[in-house]
T-cell receptor, first 114, second 114 residues
Framework: NAGVTQTPKFQVLKTGQSMTLQCAQD?????MSWYRQDPGMGLRLIHY???????DQGEVPNGYNVSRSTTEDFPLRLLSAAPSQTSVYFC?????????????FGPGTRLLVL | GDSVTQMEGPVTLSEEAFLTINCTYT??????LFWYVQYPGEGLQLLLK?????DKGSNKGFEATYRKETTSFHLEKGSVQVSDSAVYFC?????????????FGAGTTVTVRA
C-alpha cells in the first residue's frame, strides 16, 4: 500500500511552458485534492474531486486544470507556467467527504518557474 | 469564511522542554480540528484530530483539546525531543462546507536543540 504518490519530486520550468503534476492513490479514496504551499500562508486548495468524473475549483484555481478519469489518478496541469506558480504542490486524498475524515498527503512536488 | 490562526514562529526549544503552540479558529457549524506535522523534506502527516467539542486528540506525546467556548485547539507536549523538530499546522474541516477542504493556519516551525 503506497498511499499517495506524486511525480516529479522537483521540476524547473520556463515561463509559458506547460506541464502535468501526477498524483495517484491506491486506497480507493473518493475525495482527492490539490494544495499549494507558500511561505507564511499555510496550504491553499487549488482544485478538488469528490469522485471519478467530478471536479471543482478551490480557493486558487486560476492557471490550473484537473481531470479525474479514474478513482486512482488526479493530475494537475499547468497550462502556461508563471513565476507566481513557484511553490510546493501537495496532493491529498480521503475516504469520503465527511468533515471528520482525515486527509492523507503525498510527499509533494517542488516547482520552480523561471 | 472558515479560518485558522496559529502562533507565529519560529520556536526554538531545548530537549525536554514544554511545548505549546496556540491555535484558534473561526468557522460556522461544527468543524473537525486537526494538527498536521511536516518533517524536513517530507509531506504532511496527521498528528492528531478531534471531531467534536471537548474531545482530546493525542499521539506521540502530543495532546490538543477541542475548546468550543474559546474556539481553540492548542497543541502541547510535555517533553520535546530533537526528533520533534518540524513545521506544525493547525487545520479545520467543516462539515457544512461544499468543498470539503482543509483550512490551514500558516504553520509554526519548531526547532529542538540537544
Amino acid at each position: 500500500n503506497a498511499g499517495v504518490t506524486q511525480t516529479p519530486k522537483f521540476q524547473v520550468l520556463k515561463t509559458g511552458q506547460s506541464m502535468t503534476l501526477q498524483c495517484a492513490q491506491d486506497m480507493n479514496h473518493e475525495y482527492m485534492s490539490w494544495y499549494r504551499q507558500d511561505p507564511g500562508m499555510g496550504l491553499r486548495l487549488i482544485h478538488y474531486s469528490v469522485g471519478a468524473g467530478i471536479t471543482d475549483q478551490g480557493e486558487v484555481p486560476n492557471g490550473y486544470n484537473v481531470s479525474r478519469s479514474t478513482t486512482e489518478d488526479f493530475p494537475l496541469r499547468l497550462l502556461s507556467a508563471a513565476p507566481s506558480q513557484t511553490s510546493v504542490y501537495f496532493c491529498a486524498s480521503s475516504p469520503g467527504t465527511g468533515g471528520q475524515e482525515t486527509q492523507y498527503f503525498g510527499p509533494g512536488t517542488r516547482l520552480l518557474v523561471l | 469564511g472558515d479560518s485558522v490562526t496559529q502562533m507565529e514562529g519560529p520556536v526554538t526549544l531545548s530537549e525536554e522542554a514544554f511545548l505549546t503552540i496556540n491555535c484558534t479558529y473561526t468557522a460556522t457549524g461544527y468543524p473537525s480540528l486537526f494538527w498536521y506535522v511536516q518533517y524536513p523534506g517530507e509531506g504532511l502527516q496527521l498528528l492528531l484530530k478531534a471531531t467534536k467539542a471537548d474531545d482530546k486528540g493525542s499521539n506521540k506525546g502530543f495532546e490538543a483539546t477541542y475548546r468550543k467556548e474559546t474556539t481553540s485547539f492548542h497543541l502541547e507536549k510535555g517533553s520535546v525531543q530533537v526528533s520533534d523538530s518540524a513545521v506544525y499546522f493547525c487545520a479545520l474541516r467543516n462539515r457544512g462546507s461544499n468543498d470539503y477542504k482543509l483550512s490551514f493556519g500558516a504553520g509554526t516551525t519548531v526547532t529542538v536543540r540537544a
